[in-house]
T-cell receptor, first 117, second 114 residues
């Protein structure tokens, strides 16, 4: 079972460069999320999607864009990378139903470590 | 609005000793509560969850947590620590009327000493 797969796992960028992180899930989940993890701050939600073709801003959306053209994929883009975006990025997905299934349980990828110089 | 506070960013326990990780929450509506664990260089995985059924919740790897509404707490315990419990633990809260959007605490790093 692949679950949630993130690519790439590591990336080093120079300030001003652009890149895209890809997240793919094979669980047919409706909801997908991008979080960033920084020391002492837990996980903070960047953007999320409640279904194919939809996206919404989370807690820290500035400097990021996302797209959900296919249900199984959720892309996170950085148009002009900044050192403040050095972080570990996690993609997650969840089922929409609360009753009878794990309410709100998120399934996480293994993370993508991004360094911006 | 909702938030989560985890007391102690680092906890050191001896192998075989009690593990106690503290979590307090605030929520304007009845919440769902979760504990996630993150092993080094891995993503988070669910340890246990409270979804308004039994207030004492048992999870994987011998962990359990008790929901105490009067104290707005959801502390995580394990009677006897094992070396494999060394990891970072995150408490999270979600309102019951949402679609699963979680608010995470800052995390507690657990170190287990022989």
């Amino acid at each position: 079972n692949a679950g949630v797969t993130q690519t790439p796992k590591f990336r080093v960028l120079k300030t001003g460069q652009s890149m895209t992180l890809l997240c793919a899930q094979d669980m047919n989940h409706e909801y997908m999320y991008w979080y960033r993890q920084d020391p002492g701050m837990g996980l903070r939600l960047i953007h999320y999607s409640v279904g194919e073709g939809t996206t919404a801003k989370g807690e820290v959306p500035d400097g990021y864009n996302v797209s959900r053209l296919k249900k199984q994929n959720f892309l996170l883009g950085l148009e002009s990378a900044a050192p403040s975006q050095t972080s570990v990025y996690f993609c997650a997905s969840s089922d929409r139903k609360f009753g009878g299934t794990p309410a709100g349980e998120l399934f996480f990828g293994e993370g993508s470590r991004l360094t911006v110089l | 609005a909702q938030s989560v506070t985890q007391l102690g960013s680092h906890v050191s326990v001896s192998e075989g000793a009690l593990v106690l990780l503290r979590c307090n929450y605030s929520s304007s509506v009845p919440p769902y509560l979760f504990w996630y664990v993150q092993y080094p260089n891995q993503g988070l995985q669910l340890l246990l969850k409270y979804t308004s059924a039994a207030t004492l919740v048992k999870g994987i790897n011998g962990f359990e947590a008790e929901f105490k509404k009067s104290e707005t707490s959801f502390h995580l315990t394990k009677p006897s620590a094992h070396m494999s419990d060394a990891a970072e633990y995150f408490c999270a809260v979600s309102p019951t009327d949402s679609w699963g959007k979680l608010q995470f605490g800052a995390g507690t790093q657990v170190v287990v000493t022989p």
